[in-house]
Each structure stands twice: as structure tokens, then as C-alpha cells.
């Protein structure tokens, strides 16, 4: 199974040995986003994205769904197995 972009930051953080709040102010974010990154309740921006690249010398590539269109059409298809799953659901207990 494919790493999150959360678990692939923390491994970033983690291989230079630094707190989410040393690591947020070299990208110039915060700690509390860090740690939302972190636990995949919130992705960073493609700029963000661009500044770990930059920073800490690892490859976008590297990191799942760094755009829009890939965040959105995955996204979609997780709410496409949801509302499948609800259906079938549904028709069992009815």
C-alpha cells in the first residue's frame, strides 16, 4: 500500500531529526499544520509541498496526490466506494 503524504512528511521530519515545530519553521508553517499533515487530517499546498522539496532535497515524485486533479479525482473515488458501500447497506436491512 502506498505511503500517505502524511506518513512520507514524519519520515522526512524524523530522517533529519527535527520537531514539528522546527520542521514547520524552516518551511514556514506551523506546528499545529505539521502535525495535521502528519496525521493525514489536513494536506499541504503544493507550495508547501515545493518547500519540503527544496529544503530537505526530496522529490515531489515521492509524494502521492501533490496536485489538485490527482487529490480530487482520489477523493472521488473514495466517496464513489462510500456511497456504494451505503447502497448495498441500505438494501440489506430494508
Known amino acids: 500500500m502506498l505511503e500517505t503524504v502524511g ?9 533529519n531529526n527535527l520537531s514539528q515545530t522546527r520542521f514547520a519553521k524552516r518551511i514556514g508553517v506551523s506546528g499545529k499544520s505539521i502535525s ?4 493525514n487530517k489536513a494536506l499541504p499546498s503544493i507550495k ?8 530537505f532535497r526530496v522529490s515531489l515524485m515521492e509524494l502521492p496526490y501533490t496536485n489538485k486533479e490527482e487529490i480530487s479525482k482520489h477523493l472521488s473515488d473514495v466517496l ?15
Open 48 to 55: 508547501v509541498l515545493g518547500k519540503i522539496e527544496k529544503y
Open 7 to 15: 506518513e512520507k512528511i514524519k519520515k522526512v521530519r524524523l530522517k
Open 36 to 39: 495535521a499533515y502528519e496525521t
Open 80 to 94: 464513489n466506494s462510500i456511497n456504494c458501500l451505503r447502497e448495498t447497506l441500505q438494501q440489506l436491512y430494508i
